[in-house]
């Protein structure tokens, strides 16, 4: 599958999240769970949810994942318990567009590695995605996901 790869600059993004570890086999159950609890927590003081959804890969430890699971949301807003309150950090960012299962998007990564090294580019270390619809509401093959990698240094981009 060919990817097209896209370099702009973001603004932060205020977010809800809870910051969890799983096996990568379990994630998706813990982000259902957790997309959940935080949706019960904006109905519970008034705000509705936006339909920006995401995960933050502090490592790529597959058996214990340290996963940030959140919800963009329109406002800074308080956090409740192990909800908190937190930002998406702006700054410069390299990306792509998976469609397809989740559990196959292991190649997108890669073709953004590659890029990153063939271009002299260092990410932070943190790997975002941002899920734009449900595997409940559409089938596998219709999932659309957006890969992202913030840099520090732009390499041969200057």
């Known amino acids: 599958m060919s990817y097209k790869i896209e370099i702009k600059d973001q603004p932060s993004l205020p977010v809800l999240a809870v910051r969890l570890r799983t ?3 379990k ?18 003081i ?10 933050a890969y502090h490592n790529m430890d597959m058996d ?9 949301v329109n406002e800074v807003l308080p956090g409740e318990g192990d909800i ?11 990306s792509t567009f998976y469609k397809g299962p989740y559990r196959e998007a292991k190649s997108s990564f890669g073709t953004i ?28 093959s219709d999932l659309i996901t957006k890969i992202v990698f913030p840099i520090v240094s732009t390499g041969n981009l200057n």
């Open 27 to 44: 994630m998706p159950q813990e982000l259902d769970k957790t997309f959940k609890k935080i949706i019960r927590y904006l109905n519970e």
């Open 64 to 72: 214990n994942l340290d996963l940030e699971v959140g919800i963009v």
């Open 84 to 94: 908190v309150a937190g930002e998406i950090p702006g700054g410069r960012q390299v």
């Open 46 to 55: 008034g705000e509705e949810p936006s339909n920006t959804y995401f995960a």
């Open 113 to 140: 590695r590659q890029w990153l090294d063939e271009n002299g580019c260092a990410s932070t270390g943190v790997v975002y995605e941002f899920y734009y619809h449900s595997p409940v509401k559409l089938p596998e």
């Open 23 to 25: 096996a990568v086999d």
